[in-house]
């Protein structure tokens, strides 16, 4: 069955300090795989998919097929990007998304 | 562009009774919209894929017929909670993916918190 492990609920980090939220993921399929972003108050949205292989707001994510690991980085974290992370497993072309339970990530001034 | 709504954003009502929630996509037509739902501090899931024009598709553990999806029009799902009880009480949360390509992105709504006395 799919699965999406984030083991971390919170991750604090002082501004300016690379960033490392975890992913790691079981399916037996070819996997998609995305981070969503949720800033306090807001809803839920995309930050960016593995298919783009693109940088949203600094961050960056690899998916790495051996390890089943999607992790999202940023080198050098600000305080806007205090959020809660969902990392999703998207199945059938990304129909069925499955949701790792989320960080929580907190930068410090 | 691609913006979702949720109308209630919040409500509350006795055991027993139903409850219906709206999903609007505002912008976009959406073929196909989602329905998660997410209990505190806990992640979301996916209760069913609701398609515009046919029956939804359920979870596996999902009970079709207490949690009623209907899909008439592009724009439009609900999702009807019938005899509501406070075990159902939760964060519902709707998508709409923007074309018909599965790959296409999802968008989200604001959700609406559900909470049965």
């Known amino acids: 069955a799919q699965r999406v492990t984030q083991p971390e609920k919170l991750l604090s980090v002082f501004k300016g300090a690379p960033v490392e939220l975890k992913c790691n993921y079981s399916?037996?399929?070819?996997?998609?795989l995305f981070w969503y972003v949720q800033y306090s108050r807001q809803r839920l949205q995309l930050l960016l998919r593995?298919?783009s292989r693109e940088s949203i707001k600094g961050f960056t994510a690899d998916l790495n097929k051996g390890e089943t690991s999607f992790h999202l980085k940023k080198p050098f974290a600000q305080e806007e990007d205090s959020a809660m992370y969902y990392c999703?497993?998207?199945?059938?072309?990304?129909?069925?998304?499955?949701f790792g339970t989320g960080t929580q990530l907190k930068v410090e001034l | 562009g691609a913006v979702v709504s949720q109308h209630p954003s919040r409500v509350i009502c006795k055991s027993g009774t139903s409850v219906k929630i709206e999903c609007r996509s505002l912008?976009?037509?959406?073929?196909?919209m989602f329905w998660y739902r997410q209990f505190p501090k806990q992640s979301l899931m996916l209760m069913a894929t609701?398609?515009?024009?046919?029956?939804?598709?359920?979870e596996q553990g999902v009970e079709k017929d207490k949690f009623l999806i209907n899909h008439a029009s592009l724009t439009l799902s609900t999702l009807t909670v019938t005899s509501a009880h406070p075990e159902d009480s939760s964060f519902y949360i709707c998508?709409?993916?923007?074309?018909?390509?599965?790959?296409?992105?999802?968008?989200f709504g604001p959700g609406t918190r559900l909470t049965v006395l």
């Open positions: 998508s709409a993916r923007l074309g018909g390509v599965s790959t296409d992105t999802q968008y």
């Open positions: 399916y037996s399929g070819s996997p998609e």
């Open positions: 609701s398609n515009e024009g046919s029956k939804a598709t359920y």
């Open positions: 999703a497993l998207g199945q059938g072309g990304g129909n069925k998304l499955t």
């Open positions: 593995h298919i």
């Open positions: 912008d976009f037509q959406a073929t196909t």
